[in-house]
Each structure stands twice: as C-alpha cells, then as structure tokens.
C-alpha cells in the first residue's frame, strides 16, 4: 500500500482528498470513473478511514488487513447484472451493525448505476441517517443512471481521464478570493469569484478542489498541526486562521464540496459567483458557521 501519491491522481484531487480526511470526511462519496481507477481510490480511502494513524499508513494491523481484503469492517460490494433491492436492505441492516476492529465501517459498493430504482431507493433511506460510524463510497462510471436523490447526498470526486488545469494557472485566481474573505469583504469576494467564470467546469471543480486545500490548511494553521499542503498560499491561510474560527473554516469547507456538484450539473456561471460571494460570506460573517 503505497498512499494517495501512488495512486497516479490529479494534484488538486488528491489534496481535495486528503484535505477532506484531515478535516471531516463525508459520509457519503461517489467517486466518478474508470472501474479500476476507481476501485484503488476507493480502497485507499477506505484504508485511510480505518488506519490507526489515518493515513494510511501501510503498516498498522488495519492498513495489512485492507491490503488483504480481509478488514471485518470493510464491506465490499461488487455484483454482476441489476443490483436489486434485496442486496440494499443486506446493505442497510449490515450498517446497524457495530464495527468489529475499531470505530468506523466503510461500505465501498461498485457499479452502483446497476442498482435498479427500488435499490436506489432502499439505499438512500440509510444515505439520508446513516449511522455515525459508517461510511459509503459509491463507485460509478455512469452518475446519470443514479437517482437525482443519491446524487445530492454524496459529495463527489472525478476521477481522469479529464484534462488537469495546472495549480500555477489557478492560484492567481483563487488567492485574490482567499484575501478578500480574510478581509471581511463581500465586494472583494465577488471580483475574485467573477474572475472564474470564464474557467470550464473541469477548471471550476479544479479551483475549489484547491479552494478547499487552502481551508484546510488554514485549519492546520490555526491548531499549529504541520505544514502547508499550498505554501506559496502561506500568508492567505494564516490570515484565515487568524480571522476566522476553525468551525467556520470547516463549514466553508463543505459549502466547496456543495459547489463542486452544483459545478458538475453544469450551474450557471452566474449563480456561482453568487455562492462564493453571498453564501460564503454569509457563512463566514453572519451565518452558523461563526
């Protein structure tokens, strides 16, 4: 088991990964692509939930017993043919189930657009509440044969082939925005979000992958917990931690995962510059987040 860096990921996805497991990683992911790719991605991520060390880190009894396929608290679901409801409601009872090994159960399910719709529904019912101690990721090379209902229940991550816009190109767009939210300025904010709306929706996801890596770093900052993943953002980050608490930084973490979606249903360029104007800024100054 060789880590994320072994893996042949994008930058800005592997950091917007890595990033998500330092900070809070959601309990519903679909990780869109290539099956193998996938598959690899979806282990590693599982690995990194059940490390002892949260890495992972390839040489704790859970990190051996994953690269085994044989952790009792990684359940993996990989069916030929329609996946029926029969196989969900064996998904939703398993995760009633305690962990054997630790705190956590990972449930990685393949080919989830198999799942006829009486599937999909059972699934989504343990999606919506899932217990705390679970999580899902939902591999998938078709996310439109996926009820709309799943898909806004997952954060998602996009797997190549999709051509990579180099962090270099995309930094000058995003720290002018990291500024102006340090800042406390809603009208700096939005000429810093008016700045990518000429950015593709690949460049888009791209951008807030690094948006949230520079939040986490902020978060790191703040709690004085290792160095920076964006150093040439160092200055940005640390006003960031200085200004704003860290619950707030992790809350405009999510809202970048919420974003990311929004971007990959193809949102008007318009309506996100109001996100990561108003609603961030809301989010940060005036809203629960504070």
Known sequence: MTGFEGLGLPASLRRSIEGALAVRFPQSVLLIGPEGPAQALGRMIAAALLCTHGKPCGECASCRKVERQIHPDLIELDEEGEIKVDTARRIRSEALVLPNDGARKVFLLAHVERM???AQNALLKV????PKYCFFLLLTVQPDRILETILSRCTRYQLPPEEETPDGELIPLLAPWLRALAEGSEAGMMRA???????????????????????RDAVFAAGSLGPPL??????????????????TLTALYELCGTLSGRAERNAAAAAMTCALTADAYCLAYLGEGR
């Open 116 to 118: 006829n719709p009486a």
């Open 127 to 130: 999606l919506e509440e899932p």
């Open 193 to 215: 979000a008016i700045g990518i709306e000429k950015l593709s929706r690949p460049q888009v996801r791209a951008w807030l992958a690094l948006l949230q890596t520079a939040l």
């Open 230 to 247: 964006l150093p040439v953002l160092s200055a940005e980050t640390a006003a960031l931690a200085a200004r704003l608490p860290v619950r």
